[in-house]
């Protein structure tokens, strides 16, 4: 199983980016995907996350009516579109998924990861 997060990049404030995570040799759609970052310094952070159902999900009371987690069934991709970008959103984003079909913003009910993708907002 491997996943592959992409999408990161310089922003300037205020801007937008779109961050994918592709899978192979896992069907998202059968498994909890959670977007997760870790800024310098800081703990790893649960940013959002999607059920296999799509009918729950979640974000961190940071991102949220900004940032949009979504999934794309017929390419295998979970995306995290972050709008209305931030410095405070300077971090490596991973991606990952849980072992069954709910999400969960606890990194420790993630079984497989992403190598992470750098976001840089500049103010």
């Known amino acids: 199983v491997q996943l592959q997060a992409s999408g990161g990049g310089l922003v300037q404030a205020g801007g937008s980016l779109r961050l994918s995570c592709a899978a192979s040799g896992l069907i998202l759609n059968e498994h909890g995907v959670g977007w997760f970052r870790q800024a310098p310094g800081k703990e790893r952070e649960g940013v959002s996350c999607?059920?296999?159902?799509?009918?729950?999900?979640y974000y961190a009371e940071s991102v949220k009516g900004r940032f949009t987690i979504s999934r794309d069934s017929n390419k295998n991709i979970v995306y995290l579109q972050m709008n209305s970008l931030k410095p405070e959103d300077t971090a490596v984003y991973y991606c990952?998924?849980?072992?069954?079909?709910?999400?969960?913003?606890?990194?420790?009910?993630?079984?497989?990861w992403g190598q992470g993708t750098l976001v840089t907002v500049s103010s």
């Open positions: 990952a998924t849980t072992p069954y079909y709910l999400c969960s913003n606890s990194g420790s009910d993630y079984e497989y």
């Open positions: 999607l059920n296999a159902n799509d009918l729950h999900t």
